[in-house]
């Protein structure tokens, strides 16, 4: 049974960097593209930044366009996503979901914290 697992989180000062990594286990992993998603205290969970997962394709939610890198490691079946110049604004949890059949996000992690904070 695949399983993401996401590491990376913690806490930041406002401009500071974090990576955060997801890594797909199990025994076969395919999928036709990842994302992150993230959700703050009393808020919905939202997109943040996807990739497809064969070419490398990648959109991202207005707020973190040109601060926020996603990418992907195909053979490590890892996708990442580089956080710069973080706000206060960007704290929440972040979620990584797999895509697997080109139909919509379907399978999720657990989650990892991310808190900016002066």
């Known amino acids: 049974q695949v399983q993401l697992l996401e590491s990376g989180g913690g806490l930041v000062h406002p401009g500071g960097s974090l ?8 025994r076969t992993f395919s999928t036709a593209g990842m994302g992150w998603f993230c959700q703050a205290p009393g808020k919905e969970r ?5 990739i497809r997962w064969n070419f490398g ?8 366009k040109g601060r926020f890198t996603i990418s992907r490691d195909k053979a490590k079946n ?3 996503l580089q ?4 706000n206060l604004e960007d704290t929440a ?11 919509g ?14």
């Open 78 to 80: 890892t996708v990442y």
């Open 93 to 103: 949890v972040y979620y990584c979901a797999a895509d697997r059949l080109g139909s």
């Open 46 to 50: 939202e997109f943040v930044a996807g």
């Open 57 to 64: 394709y990648t959109d991202y939610a207005g707020s973190v």
């Open 83 to 86: 956080m710069n110049s973080l």
């Open 105 to 118: 996000y379907n399978l999720w992690g657990q989650g990892t914290q991310v808190t900016v904070s002066s």
């Open 19 to 26: 990576r955060l990594s997801c890594a797909a286990s199990g």
